[in-house]
């Protein structure tokens, strides 16, 4: 069983940048694909981003792609997304989650995941 913790949101101006950790504990994290998901007041949950389990492949949202930057470091268990040119519409709660395989989905869909994070909370205002 794994277990997923996020940390880092906050209070941001738009156009400024924020970077968001995640630590994946348990068994094996380093077999398992890792996703960005959030979830912003009455819409629903969509995939950010996602990263294979040797952080060799990508894959982004087309709302965040070009701008927000997934990596992993397996040695410390370590899950981060940069975030960029930040916009008013990027403000949600963050999650990370872990797939229960070694691969993603297309578009970084919450299909098969494992384990979710509590969130972080990203405000994107002047």
């Known amino acids: 069983q794994l277990q997923v913790a996020e940390s880092g949101g906050g209070l941001v101006q738009p156009g400024g940048s924020m970077r968001l950790s995640c630590i994946v504990s348990?068994?094996?994290?380093?077999?398992?694909?890792i996703g960005w998901f959030r979830q912003a007041p009455g819409k629903e949950r969509e995939g950010v981003s996602c990263?294979?389990?040797?952080?060799?492949?990508?894959a982004y949202g087309d709302s965040v792609n070009g701008r927000f930057t997934i990596s992993r470091d397996n040695g410390k268990n370590m899950v981060y997304l940069q975030m960029n040119g930040l916009k008013p519409e990027d403000t949600a709660v963050y999650y990370c989650a872990a797939y229960s395989g070694g691969y993603y989905y297309v578009g970084c869909a919450p299909i098969s995941l494992e384990s979710w994070g509590q969130g972080t909370q990203v405000t994107v205002s002047s």
């Open positions: 990263i294979s389990p040797s952080g060799q492949s990508t």
């Open positions: 348990g068994v094996r994290p380093d077999e398992h694909a």
